[in-house]
């Protein structure tokens, strides 16, 4: 199964309810070209009234609940639909990045069927998760940080071709 009908649903609902979010944890990291994958879609999102008020009708229009799971040890909003695989996760705070204004600076926009959606960059992804020191995190860190190297590696074999042409 591919994520492509999730992603674009949610840059879709995104652009509907103007809600600013940025795409977190192995989804960002897998459209950075990392070999990760994952079953739902993590976001992170201002802590404001109206972000919330705009998630219920994002929930609504999909035809999904809006949950909080672990209320009110955190402040984490999901939205599920088993029947369809969909999940996705609104977080206003995580480990390892100290502002959503920071990490929406250094993300990345993707298009999906017309819509934006940001996501945050890889480097981000692995201070996250290496500050959450889960042990799924920790698991991925050595594929994470290889993608960089091998990412950065092509840049700069890049970057040496075009001064010697």
Do not use: W
């Amino acid at each position: 199964m591919t994520a492509e009908p999730l992603l674009k649903l949610a840059a879709k609902m995104l652009a509907k309810h103007r809600l600013d979010a940025v795409l977190i944890g192995n989804a960002a990291a897998a459209l950075q070209g990392a070999p990760v994958t994952t079953e739902d879609l993590d976001f992170l999102i201002r802590r404001t009234p109206l972000n919330v008020r705009k998630l219920r009708k994002m929930a609504d229009d999909i035809g999904v609940s809006l949950e909080q799971p672990f209320y009110p040890a955190s402040h984490l909003y999901r939205m599920v639909k088993r029947a369809e695989s969909l999940q996705f996760d609104f977080m206003v705070q995580i480990a390892g990045i100290r502002s959503f204004e920071g990490l929406r600076s250094r993300a990345s926009l993707v298009e999906f069927d017309g819509y934006p959606l940001r996501v945050a960059s890889l480097e981000d992804v692995i201070k996250s998760k290496a500050a959450a020191g889960r042990d799924q995190d920790l698991a991925v860190m050595p594929i994470l940080r290889r993608t960089v190297k091998e990412r950065d590696a092509m840049y700069r074999a890049a970057k040496r071709a075009r001064r010697h042409a």
